[in-house]
């Protein structure tokens, strides 16, 4: 039995191993003929030999026909780099971004309310102001009362005519994208003011709200408890026959000084500034700020007897009646609560390294009419100096009498504090808006508008010095890429010829971008080339050229 199992085992393997090598010998034909079948393949698309496309590689047309597509390829390499270096020097310098908030790029334009009552001129003193580059408009006189004797802090003072408020008048400087800010001297009130009058009365709630001193008596005369003097050089303490007591007046007798170490006065003024930026105005250009505060000790004058009466008090050494530290602390308070508000503030005549929250300080430049090169130098210099880059620029005059500069000095004037760094402050001159049609723009004035565009005005150096043994005051306005500018002024009562090439960079042929009357009359057209080695510049007058 187990030999035939064997057996049966055996014949099975054998069986198997057959149908192995009936497969294997399958599987070799089929690989025979499918390397026939590659043969034949290949023999169909075999190329052309070595000596064929020598022959072909060899022939003109091919030869031609290299060279044409060699030559052409580096013709277009060669058209496509000097294509991108001429695309590279033409194209205009991208300039930085104005690094400049809206309430610096424009002039600040202080216009007297009134001015722009009438509703059928409106559009057009707005277009006016447009031409002039301005988009800032500081209005002031806008409080009921008179000659800032205010009588109420949020009634304003604009008579409807011909349907025109104050609110429409903010709504149709802003729909033409202009900003409103309000001029407010926050020092004084009218003695109308419903406060003076309660206060006046002692009463216990309004007691503090001014300053008040009983002062001394001498039989049957009062004298004040100190010798100060108000901003004109008269006595700065008045007598109250209601209240038996002297108030104080840093002005006219007839401004009262706010106390503004009474908590309810501070609070009040913050409602202030509520109610007007929600009105729709942008901000606030406050004034006189500086006399806000007084010594609480109210001590003398140490430069100064109890009998002189003086008009000479900015002269005074001991200041102890402005610019204490309490009014910067409370300039500051002010500032960071407008600004969280929406508003800007604008402040005069405060150290600019002393105050914070505030967005610009203000300082008139003051100079007499006989000004000297050197004087206007270092005026210029002190502001430039100051702990903000960006100044702004209005030139007073300290002479009393009036027409102090004549008008091609205040061309200059114009065209000095358009192109230095800074905001221009402009009082508009009433007379423009008293007949039905505003003048035209004149030729400085648009031109100006044109220079301030300029990003040299924006992000140049400003380099400033005297020519001519300081009878010419000049600068130059210098940013690599962009067009730069030299403001020239001759001060002397003489026709000067002037070597410019003192200042580095300039050619010595420039154009001729901007000239006063008296200027203009000795030198060839506007945008005309000049000479800067031999420039010939008339007595009194300014020059603009740009290079």
């Given at each position: 039995?187990?030999?035939?199992?064997?057996?049966?085992?055996?014949?099975?393997?054998?069986?198997?191993?057959?149908?192995?090598?009936?497969?294997?010998?399958?599987?070799?034909?089929?690989?025979?003929?499918?390397?026939?079948?590659?043969?034949?393949?290949?023999?169909?698309?075999?190329?052309?030999?070595?000596?064929?496309?020598?022959?072909?590689?060899?022939?003109?047309?091919?030869?031609?026909?290299?060279?044409?597509?060699?030559?052409?390829?580096?013709?277009?390499?060669?058209?496509?780099?000097?294509?991108?270096?001429?695309?590279?020097?033409?194209?205009?310098?991208?300039?930085?971004?104005?690094?400049?908030?809206?309430?610096?790029?424009?002039?600040?334009?202080?216009?007297?309310?009134?001015?722009?009552?009438?509703?059928?001129?409106?559009?057009?003193?707005?277009?006016?102001?447009?031409?002039?580059?301005?988009?800032?408009?500081?209005?002031?006189?806008?409080?009921?009362?008179?000659?800032?004797?205010?009588?109420?802090?949020?009634?304003?003072?604009?008579?409807?005519?011909?349907?025109?408020?104050?609110?429409?008048?903010?709504?149709?400087?802003?729909?033409?994208?202009?900003?409103?800010?309000?001029?407010?001297?926050?020092?004084?009130?009218?003695?109308?003011?419903?406060?003076?009058?309660?206060?006046?009365?002692?009463?216990?709630?309004?007691?503090?709200?001014?300053?008040?001193?009983?002062?001394?008596?001498?039989?049957?005369?009062?004298?004040?408890?100190?010798?100060?003097?108000?901003?004109?050089?008269?006595?700065?303490?008045?007598?109250?026959?209601?209240?038996?007591?002297?108030?104080?007046?840093?002005?006219?007798?007839?401004?009262?000084?706010?106390?503004?170490?009474?908590?309810?006065?501070?609070?009040?003024?913050?409602?202030?500034?509520?109610?007007?930026?929600?009105?729709?105005?942008?901000?606030?250009?406050?004034?006189?700020?500086?006399?806000?505060?007084?010594?609480?000790?109210?001590?003398?004058?140490?430069?100064?007897?109890?009998?002189?009466?003086?008009?000479?008090?900015?002269?005074?050494?001991?200041?102890?009646?402005?610019?204490?530290?309490?009014?910067?602390?409370?300039?500051?308070?002010?500032?960071?609560?407008?600004?969280?508000?929406?508003?800007?503030?604008?402040?005069?005549?405060?150290?600019?390294?002393?105050?914070?929250?505030?967005?610009?300080?203000?300082?008139?430049?003051?100079?007499?009419?006989?000004?000297?090169?050197?004087?206007?130098?270092?005026?210029?210099?002190?502001?430039?100096?100051?702990?903000?880059?960006?100044?702004?620029?209005?030139?007073?005059?300290?002479?009393?009498?009036?027409?102090?500069?004549?008008?091609?000095?205040?061309?200059?004037?114009?065209?000095?504090?358009?192109?230095?760094?800074?905001?221009?402050?402009?009082?508009?001159?009433?007379?423009?808006?008293?007949?039905?049609?505003?003048?035209?723009?004149?030729?400085?004035?648009?031109?100006?508008?044109?220079?301030?565009?300029?990003?040299?005005?924006?992000?140049?150096?400003?380099?400033?010095?005297?020519?001519?043994?300081?009878?010419?005051?000049?600068?130059?306005?210098?940013?690599?890429?962009?067009?730069?500018?030299?403001?020239?002024?001759?001060l002397s009562k003489n026709v000067t010829v002037l070597d410019l090439s003192s200042f580095d960079g300039t050619p010595a042929e420039v154009n001729l971008s901007l000239c006063t009357p008296s200027a203009c009359s000795i030198l060839p057209a506007i945008n005309s080339k000049v000479d800067s080695t031999t420039l010939s510049l008339a007595a009194k007058s300014a020059v603009v050229l740009t290079f």
């Amino acid at each position: 039995m187990a030999l035939e199992k064997e057996d049966g085992a055996v014949e099975k393997l054998m069986e198997e191993g057959q149908k192995q090598v009936g497969t294997t010998g399958d599987k070799y034909d089929e690989l025979k003929e499918l390397e026939v079948t590659d043969h034949s393949m290949e023999a169909a698309y075999a190329g052309m030999g070595k000596e064929e496309l020598i022959k072909y590689a060899n022939s003109p047309f091919w030869i031609r026909l290299r060279w044409l597509l060699f030559v052409t390829f580096w013709l277009s390499w060669f058209a496509m780099m000097f294509g991108a270096l001429f695309i590279i020097f033409m194209t205009p310098k991208c300039f930085p971004s104005s690094k400049l908030q809206w309430y610096q790029k424009s002039p600040v334009y202080i216009i007297d309310t009134s001015l722009l009552l009438n509703k059928n001129g409106l559009d057009e003193k707005i277009e006016y102001m447009q031409k002039l580059g301005v988009q800032n408009v500081v209005m002031k006189s806008v409080l009921i009362g008179n000659d800032g004797e205010v009588i109420d802090f949020v009634k304003n003072n604009v008579t409807e005519v011909n349907g025109t408020s104050l609110e429409y008048i903010i709504k149709k400087l802003n729909d033409k994208g202009m900003k409103v800010m309000l001029k407010l001297v926050p020092n004084y009130s009218s003695r109308s003011h419903m406060f003076f009058a309660r206060s006046a009365l002692n009463e216990p709630n309004f007691r503090d709200y001014y300053i008040w001193n009983p002062g001394f008596k001498n039989g049957t005369k009062h004298i004040p408890i100190n010798n100060w003097l108000n901003v004109t050089g008269g006595p700065a303490w008045s007598w109250s026959d209601t209240r038996k007591e002297f108030y104080l007046h840093q002005f006219s007798e007839n401004q009262p000084d706010f106390n503004f170490r009474n908590k309810y006065i501070v609070d009040y003024f913050e409602e202030i500034f509520k109610f007007w930026l929600s009105t729709g105005v942008d901000g606030f250009y406050l004034d006189e700020v500086q006399y806000l505060f007084v010594d609480k000790d109210f001590k003398n004058h140490t430069d100064i007897s109890t009998q002189t009466v003086t008009s000479k008090y900015n002269s005074l050494a001991d200041k102890i009646t402005s610019n204490l530290p309490e009014t910067y602390d409370l300039i500051s308070h002010w500032g960071k609560l407008i600004r969280n508000n929406s508003g800007i503030l604008i402040v005069s005549d405060l150290d600019p390294k002393d105050v914070t929250e505030v967005d610009m300080v203000h300082s008139p430049v003051t100079l007499t009419s006989d000004f000297t090169g050197e004087q206007l130098l270092n005026a210029i210099s002190s502001k430039k100096n100051t702990p903000s880059s960006w100044s702004s620029w209005e030139w007073v005059c300290t002479d009393v009498k009036p027409n102090c500069w004549e008008k091609e000095m205040l061309d200059a004037f114009s065209i000095l504090g358009s192109l230095l760094p800074g905001t221009p402050f402009i009082n508009a001159d009433p007379k423009l808006f008293e007949g039905k049609h505003l003048p035209n723009i004149t030729l400085i004035e648009s031109t100006l508008k044109e220079l301030r565009s300029m990003p040299t005005v924006e992000f140049g150096s400003l380099n400033a010095k005297l020519l001519n043994n300081d009878t010419v005051f000049a600068f130059d306005r210098v940013m690599s890429g962009s067009e730069n500018l030299l403001f020239i002024w001759n001060l002397s009562k003489n026709v000067t010829v002037l070597d410019l090439s003192s200042f580095d960079g300039t050619p010595a042929e420039v154009n001729l971008s901007l000239c006063t009357p008296s200027a203009c009359s000795i030198l060839p057209a506007i945008n005309s080339k000049v000479d800067s080695t031999t420039l010939s510049l008339a007595a009194k007058s300014a020059v603009v050229l740009t290079f």
